[in-house]
């Protein structure tokens, strides 16, 4: 068992210390289960990986590598399409508002098949949103995701974002206290 543990922590230190590429989404901190066989963790975090470098750059080709053609969104949002399509529709949409739109995984979190993933948004909203135009205003806000990821394909998403939060740093809605 000791020698199970030693090897899995010095798999995941040389994942971690892997130098990134400047583009590349950056995992602030990384927890997997114990009981996740390695071949297993691995697909895992590499589809949950590009499933993200999708966010952070918008390259729909991430997209295609990280996500099943049976994905479905069950938090989806009206208007937005379900399957593969409906990420890249709405990076689309979104990145009409926010062109620099980044993601930073903060906490990504692995229990057999699935990963739970803790992400900031940064950003500028220089584009437009509906009616309203960006004059530049940073934005910056949170979202959560729980993935399901079956041979190393994203099968599955439950989503959570700071809405209020990114609208009212928009100018689109008023927070009141």
């Given at each position: ?38 071949a297993e963790r691995d697909a895992t975090v590499a589809a949950a990986k590009a499933f993200y470098q999708f966010w952070n ?121």
């Amino acid at each position: 068992m000791r020698n199970v543990l030693a090897a899995t922590a010095l798999a995941m230190a040389v994942l971690l210390a892997a130098p990134a590429r400047a583009d590349e989404v950056k995992i602030d901190d990384l927890v997997v289960a114990a009981a996740v066989p390695s071949a297993e963790r691995d697909a895992t975090v590499a589809a949950a990986k590009a499933f993200y470098q999708f966010w952070n750059s918008g390259d729909e080709a991430a997209l295609k590598a990280a996500i099943s053609d049976n994905f479905v969104d069950h938090t989806l949002p009206a208007g937005r399409p379900q399957g593969p399509q409906g990420p890249a529709f709405a990076s689309r949409n979104f990145r009409t508002a926010v062109p620099d739109l980044s993601v930073e995984v903060v906490k990504m979190i692995v229990a057999g098949d699935y990963v739970t993933v803790h992400m900031q948004f940064r950003g500028h909203f220089t584009g437009s949103f509906g009616a309203t135009s960006g004059s530049g205003q940073a934005i910056d806000f949170i979202a959560t995701d729980l993935l399901k990821v079956t041979g190393g394909r994203v099968t599955d998403n439950w989503h959570i974002e700071d809405n209020l939060t990114l609208l009212s740093k928009m100018g689109v809605a008023k927070l009141t206290q």
